[in-house]
């Protein structure tokens, strides 16, 4: 993390000094929320539509070795050196981009409408065999999260993998300029945030930004199933390598599902094949797995560090994720959902083997727009056509789902909130059965879970 002295941060975020002594020296990181503040830390006053960081300087300058702020308030500790700025979140933009330039590591700025956080972890797993590396933590990959995760690498990272996010046109570009990549992926191109680009077209082209990035002995590495991958290719004059099951750059052959997982052959170009016994179910997960191998082999990893970093994975809470409780199988993939990332839930619970009832509870999807109501049918139809046994449909907007299932054989439900559906689920379920939690973030279905399997 950072290790700078207060001279030097205002120099780089060309501040106002205007109390404190200027010889601090910071080593606590860099903190934009008091209630997590570190000794000796910079804290940045960011300031919202419904909250203003400014008035917690006062507070936060008992700890922090400099606070960065837009405007003074009175109470400040006299041995905190306050530095005055326009505008906070730039001034945290510009401390990271100048950090960044003081750093040497093997950097990867990913991006897609799914897989994105899935596909971090996998490629540090695949890059911690052979370098120390440093990864976005959570899914912190706003135009807050990236520079906070970039002044969380110290001077010896030797590879970062920084995950990029967008919901509007131009975001990805301040990024990629803050990340400067040297490696990028696109994970997919699908219908996520279209309420607010329109169209996949629109998607695709935001997400080029990272291919247009990249340096010329750079390397662009994306499905090779992707529907936009010739503007991918287009779009920079990085190597580019495409992943797919059986097909393109890096292969996964003979792929099977096994009670933990996945088990396929990697096959990369000019090295003999391995067997990969991934701890994740889902073909979509293979797919993930194979951008993380192609990472790790342009890097000069060996095929065994590869297939040790896949093997050793252990992905962020809320995403496929598989725990037996009271012998029925639970999937909780509740951090977030799109159409594709549904259905690709779907998928892979429907191919897991089941002795009892496969049952999906399902939450709304946000931010698609005027695709909202076909989004949703789509995932309903899915659901119909892999013979769930029991669909239900958790919150207003979700009830689409399951009223567009029209199969006798499926059982539907819709209730109005998470308690109402635990209630339901708690006089129903039994052994064997197979439930999959899933929506989007503003759906809250690790409620609905939690709920469900709680002992009250």
């Not at 300058?61 to 005055?84: N, Q």
């Not at 998607?203 to 340096?215: D, G, M, Q, S």
């Not at 992905?315 to 259905?343: F, Q, W």
Request: aromatic content about 4%; overall charge negative; hydrophobic content about 40%.
């Amino acid at each position: 993390m950072i290790s700078l002295s207060a001279i030097g941060i205002c120099n780089a975020i060309h501040g106002r000094h205007v109390g404190g002594p200027l010889d601090r020296v910071v080593s606590g990181g860099v903190c934009t929320d008091t209630r997590a503040l570190r000794p000796h830390c910079v804290f940045v006053a960011l300031s919202g539509e419904k909250f203003d960081g400014n008035l917690f300087a006062p507070q936060a300058s008992k700890e922090a070795a400099v606070v960065i702020v837009s405007r003074v308030e009175p109470g400040m500790d006299e041995s905190c050196a306050v530095l005055l700025v326009d505008d906070t979140l730039k001034a945290l933009q510009d401390l990271a981009t100048w950090w960044r330039s003081c750093l040497s590591p093997i950097v990867i700025g990913l991006t897609g409408s799914n897989g994105k956080t899935s596909t971090k972890d996998l490629c540090a797993s695949v890059l911690a065999q052979g370098f120390k590396t440093i990864a976005t933590k959570g899914n912190l990959n706003n135009h807050i999260g990236v520079p906070l995760s970039i002044l969380e690498a110290s001077p010896d990272v030797e590879a970062a993998v920084w995950e990029m996010g967008m919901n509007h046109r131009s975001e990805l570009a301040p990024l990629c300029a803050m990340t400067q990549p040297t490696i990028g992926i696109i994970t997919s191109i699908g219908s996520s945030h279209i309420e607010f680009l329109g169209t996949r077209e629109n998607i695709a082209l935001e997400k080029c930004t990272v291919a247009k990035a990249l340096p010329a002995d750079g390397y662009m590495i994306y499905p090779v199933d992707c529907a936009f991958a010739e503007m991918i290719q287009s779009s920079t004059e990085a190597t580019c390598i495409s992943c797919g099951i059986e097909q393109g750059v890096v292969q996964a052959k003979d792929l099977c599902t096994t009670s933990f997982g996945s088990r396929f052959a990697l096959h990369l170009p000019e090295r003999e094949p391995l067997t990969v016994e991934l701890p994740i179910h889902g073909r979509h997960m293979v797919c993930n797995a194979l951008l993380a191998a192609a990472t790790g082999w342009v890097c000069g990893l060996s095929t065994e560090q590869i297939a040790q970093g896949l093997s050793a994975i252990k992905l962020t809470h809320g995403r496929l994720h598989c725990e037996k409780i009271n012998d029925i199988l639970v999937i909780d993939d509740t951090y977030n959902a799109n159409p594709d990332s549904m259905v690709a839930a779907l998928v892979t619970t429907a191919e897991l083997p089941c002795r009892g009832r496969r049952i999906a509870v399902l939450g709304k999807m946000g931010e698609l727009g005027d695709f909202s109501e076909k989004g949703h049918i789509i995932v309903g139809k899915k659901a119909e056509e892999l013979a769930f046994d029991i669909v239900i449909s958790v919150g207003d907007q979700a009830q689409i789902i399951t009223q567009v299932i029209t199969n006798r054989d499926t059982e539907t439900h819709h209730f109005s909130s998470a308690e109402e559906a635990a209630t339901w689920l708690k006089s129903t379920l039994h052994s064997e059965d197979i439930i999959l939690f899933k929506g989007s973030r503003s759906a809250r279905m690790e409620e609905t879970l939690k709920k469900t399997f709680s002992t009250n």
